[in-house]
């Protein structure tokens, strides 16, 4: 364009490819032009002008939006020159270039979203070259793994191999990639402390125009506070949240199996069900607070005594069983019990208040009493 700042003419080449306006419909910069900038933009653009137009020597090179003859924005990047003054210094000729950057803009635009969720994502992201070597790494590979960016960028990727079995390395996948654009599984795999954690692993394979590998995109998920939330919702479905210990439902689908493998092998079992004596009367006397303290002493105090291999669960407020699958001998059933019964009577301090206990156990045995797991509750009961 070459602007006549006197007389506001301009002559503007290739309006057609940028204003999408015929040749003829410009022949005045602020009549015809100056009204497309685009309102937020007016300002930067008159000031860079009057800028330019109060120095004596130089160019310069601004971009900003105007309205294309079909409604749309679109971005040019304008550059221009006072080739003309008059004595007193004023401008009274420019010259320079527009040209539609739309496309580098939009361009622009994808990769700084791009480099937004690369960054913000919580898995963790990296890019290997097709040698294996880091090119670049996100927040959250930092955070999972320990490592800090300048720490393992150009260096190869570490693997896991020589700590982990039955499990590709990161050279095997690069083979399976050669044929395949894609790969996901689960790997264990090593933080900068040592710890050996489980992730979710996917690689995608970025090809060239002739198909060649040119880059690894690596994405990864700790998995281990996924399997810590996974354990902990298991625990707390089969346990009871008072005592700890394993709750009514888990208690009956172990009893149903220990009944099952007693009758395949043709051996006894025993249950015996522990009641506390009064329970109710310390609830409603001492408060409930102190009810559950004592729930929760006297299932240590069985936990103590119950061999690892039996099954301890509470039946209800103040009813206990245990299965025992050893020493089901009678005489040692009733030696087991009075040791508990003494064990249970020992007093206990909760609070302000010493307490002791008292209790009654009632064994059944399988199958000699009971020939199924029901009626082996009853029987005890």
Do not use: C
């Not at 119950?306 to 001998?329: G, N, Q, W």
């Amino acid at each position: 364009w070459d602007w006549n700042l006197q007389t506001d003419e301009v002559v503007h080449s290739h309006l057609e490819e940028i204003f999408g306006l015929p040749a003829d419909a410009v022949t005045y910069m602020r009549k015809h032009l100056s009204p497309r900038v685009h309102p937020d933009d007016a300002d930067m653009v008159r000031s860079t002008l009057i800028s330019h137009m109060r120095e004596s020597e130089g160019s310069y090179r601004i971009e900003y939006r105007v309205k294309h003859a079909n409604g749309r924005w679109i971005w040019v990047e304008d550059s221009g020159k006072a080739v003309e003054r008059d004595e007193q210094g004023r401008v009274l000729r420019m010259i320079g270039t527009r040209r539609d950057i739309s496309a580098r803009k939009l361009q622009d635009e994808q990769a700084q979203l791009a480099a937004t969720v690369f960054e913000a994502s919580a898995e963790g992201i990296f890019i290997l070259d097709p040698q294996l070597r880091i090119l670049t790494v996100n927040n959250a590979f930092s955070a999972i793994t320990g490592f800090a960016a300048e720490d393992v960028v150009g260096l190869p990727i570490a693997d896991t191999s020589k700590t982990t079995k039955n499990q590709l390395s990161f050279k095997e996948l690069r083979e399976i990639l050669q044929n395949n654009d894609r790969w996901e599984g689960e790997r264990i795999s090593q933080r900068r402390s040592g710890e050996l954690y489980p992730q979710w692993l996917q690689v995608t394979v970025v090809r060239s125009a002739y198909g060649n590998i040119t880059h690894y995109v690596v994405f990864f998920a700790d998995l281990s506070v996924r399997r810590q939330t996974e354990e902990q919702l298991q625990y707390l479905s089969s346990h009871d949240s008072l005592t700890e210990l394993a709750n009514r439902s888990m208690f009956t689908q172990r009893l149903q199996e220990f009944t099952a493998r007693a009758r395949q092998q043709s051996q006894k079992l025993a249950l015996m069900h522990v009641d506390l004596d009064r329970f109710k009367h310390i609830n409603d006397t001492l408060g409930h607070s102190v009810a559950d303290e004592l729930l929760r002493q006297v299932a240590l105090r069985l936990r103590e005594i119950t061999p690892e291999h039996d099954m301890l669960a509470p039946l209800s407020a103040e009813e206990f069983v245990i299965i025992v699958e050893r020493d089901t001998a009678r005489d040692r059933l009733e030696h087991r019990a009075g040791l508990i019964l003494d064990f249970l009577r020992l007093p206990l301090t909760i609070g302000e208040h010493e307490l002791v206990i008292t209790a009654s156990i009632g064994i059944s045995e399988f199958p000699h009493s009971a020939r199924d797991s029901l009626v082996l509750i009853t029987q005890a009961n």
